[in-house]
């Protein structure tokens, strides 16, 4: 049975109008930009597919998903954890369709549980994500002439941030008296504060020294060669281009441990935060993470004590 439904006003829409329609309802859903950024990219690419075989969104089935399943393993070579998210955006597009009944169902759900779905224990978790001792970092690190990406690697380290915080920064979101920054707000983020060591201020210090030489376009505190924002792309490569000189990252593999990626960064913070001592609380603090039990809020944590108790724990890299 066809999982499109006979609807009369269909043929007037058009692939790029009903994809239209799914970007407005993901903002309407409160996605964050940036996920709404990688679902469009996965789901143009689906659509150009589509066009050249002359097949309407409406009309896709199994047999179309397989076959651009088979496009992206075979001709794009893509590895397996961007096709889960391709299939991921795909899914959240038909459910979409569903919704407002384009489709009697959601057409990507079987093919996405048979074929792309891995079924690997802990698949994805932090578990999977490779971890290096204190000595490698400090190794990594120190073998990088680059100041910029020298900043970038000890900042993602030094404060567990994620990819898209760090490149938000601007330089007045940082308070050189305390050394900490205050974060862009994120759906994702509680605390806006991190602090960070005298390590990484003096290294901050001299790329700022040395950003001032680029004639800078914007006030974020990492550009690139243009003088620009840095990107999440260009932030990527700072990270893994290092990595992989000095064999931590293998850009070849498929397997999540076998590449050291800037959220590798965020995974060896908190791991190491803990391995000192530092309270689990406080590491959530630092994370930004969000409290999840109702009692929680009760439970205020000082700015000063938690200041204190970062410095104490921070892992030294000899910078």
């Not at 299939?87 to 048979?114: D, G, I, T």
């Amino acid at each position: 049975m066809s999982s499109r439904a006979i609807l009369p006003y269909q043929a007037t829409k058009s692939n790029m109008d009903l994809i239209e329609g799914f970007y407005e309802d993901c903002k309407l859903k409160g996605m964050t930009p940036e996920t709404i950024r990688r679902y469009k990219s996965s789901i143009l690419i689906f659509n150009d597919f589509l066009t050249q075989r002359g097949t309407s969104l409406i009309d896709v089935d199994k047999g179309a998903l397989k076959d651009f399943l088979a496009y992206l393993r075979q001709v794009r070579k893509v590895k397996q954890n961007t096709i889960e998210n391709y299939f991921s955006a795909l899914s959240s597009l038909y459910e979409f369709l569903e919704f407002e009944e384009y489709m009697l169902k959601n057409p990507v759900l079987a093919v996405r549980k048979r074929f792309v779905r891995s079924y690997k224990k802990g698949k994805g978790s932090n578990s999977d994500r490779k971890l290096i001792p204190v000595e490698e970092m400090k190794i990594l690190i120190n073998s990088i002439l680059d100041t910029r990406d020298k900043a970038i690697i000890t900042l993602l380290a030094k404060t567990g941030i994620r990819r898209g915080e760090l490149i938000s920064i601007d330089v007045d979101d940082i308070d050189w008296v305390e050394n900490s920054i205050t974060l862009k707000p994120k759906a994702k983020r509680s605390n806006r504060t991190v602090f960070f060591d005298d390590e990484t201020a003096r290294l901050l210090k001299k790329w700022i020294k040395l950003r001032e030489r680029r004639e800078p376009k914007t006030n974020a505190l990492f550009i690139g060669e243009t003088g620009t924002r840095l990107n999440r792309n260009g932030c990527y490569i700072a990270v893994t281009k290092h990595a992989q000189r000095v064999g931590l990252h293998d850009s070849d593999s498929d397997k999540m441990e076998d590449h050291f990626s800037p959220h590798c960064c965020r995974h060896w913070f908190t791991t190491h935060l803990r391995r000192a001592g530092m309270t689990r609380e406080f590491i959530q603090e630092l994370r930004g993470d969000r409290r999840k039990d109702a009692i929680d809020i009760y439970d205020h944590i000082d700015k000063e004590e938690l200041r204190e108790a970062y410095l104490a724990h921070i892992p030294q890299l000899g910078i």
